[in-house]
């Protein structure tokens, strides 16, 4: 009886450790799975983070930079997320390797994320695109209607000398308005204040006209000539905030930093998000009674 008591303790004993050590190989090879899906989710996140940073540069409207820009802060919150779920499964497994893999990829997406901050905040300012849209759409209004005032005068004596004053006016307004936009795309100071000097130019010559074509005009047309130098003055000051704005060319210096800065620390992260994954990949599900904690070798 003693014996058989014995017998059946034993067995209770090993059934015992079967159960612990099976429970041993699930908790892992739940861990492993875990580890591969985060690995490749970082992957998928990072790269929409990148995506919609580039399209936040690229838009055409305020209001889809703002969301593209809110598109890509939400990939990155992602992750940030999987990379503090994943490091305590890779430090749990003892996956040395792909700890260090993880741990140079965080030092990367910290710079990676101090960059796209940057290029974010520009973007959203749009600088270059409302300067853009000033110089289409108003300046090019108070333009025409300098011109239409012009043209709407009668000349009292000396009229082709007047036709020709008129003629001039119109023609620095145009070529001020002709330099907005390689002003708003240029990128350098020094090549901007070139432009800038030109359009002063061109202002000047636009007042002299309209002061000298002042006494040629019949008296009737004096109110043509007062909505001309109004006309004048409105697109002047609608130049001025064009130049204010293209100078801060946010949205070149975005592109700028995308195409730059941010490509060299992109291609580097997903490298080495692709060198982890691959590396969870070739791990072997653990088998009872046995603890798997680096890749089989070939």
């Known amino acids: 009886m003693g014996a058989t008591r014995l017998r059946c303790l034993g067995i209770i004993i090993m059934a015992a450790g079967l159960t612990a050590r099976c429970g041993d190989v699930n908790a892992a090879l739940g861990q492993l799975v875990e580890a591969r899906r985060l690995s ?32 890509a802060e939400a990939a990155k919150q992602a992750v940030q997320k999987d990379m503090d779920s994943l490091r305590p499964i890779l430090q749990g497994l003892k996956y040395t390797d792909e700890t260090r893999f993880l741990d140079q990829f965080a030092a990367r997406f910290t710079e990676y994320r101090t960059l796209d901050r940057r290029i974010l905040d520009l973007a959203v300012e749009n600088t270059n695109l409302k300067a853009q849209r000033l110089s289409f759409g108003p300046a090019q ?13 009668v000349p009292a004596k000396d009229p082709w000398r007047a036709r020709a004053l008129i003629a001039t006016a119109v023609a620095a307004v145009r070529e001020i308005q002709a330099l907005q936009a390689p002003h ?13 000097q030109r359009m002063a130019a061109s202002e000047a010559v636009a007042r002299n006209a309209l002061e000298t074509l002042a006494p040629l005009v019949a008296p009737a047309s004096r109110t043509q000539l007062a909505a001309a130098a109004t006309a004048l003055d409105r697109f002047m000051g609608l130049n001025a905030q064009i130049l204010a704005l293209s100078r801060r060319n946010t949205n070149v210096r975005s592109l700028a930093l995308s195409l730059d800065e941010k490509r060299k620390l992109t291609g580097p992260c997903e490298e080495t998000l692709r060198a982890l994954q691959a590396a969870i990949s070739k791990r072997r599900y653990p088998a009872p009674g046995r603890y798997v904690s680096e890749p089989r070798k070939p």
């Open 184 to 196: 708003i795309a240029d990128a350098e100071d020094a090549s901007m204040a070139r432009l800038e």
């Open 141 to 153: 209004v108070a333009a025409d209607e300098f011109r239409d005032s012009l043209e709407a005068a």
């Open 40 to 71: 490749a989710d970082l992957l998928i996140e990072f790269t929409k983070a990148a995506d919609a940073a580039n399209r936040a540069v690229m838009a055409d409207t305020d209001a889809m930079s703002v969301a593209d820009a809110h598109e």
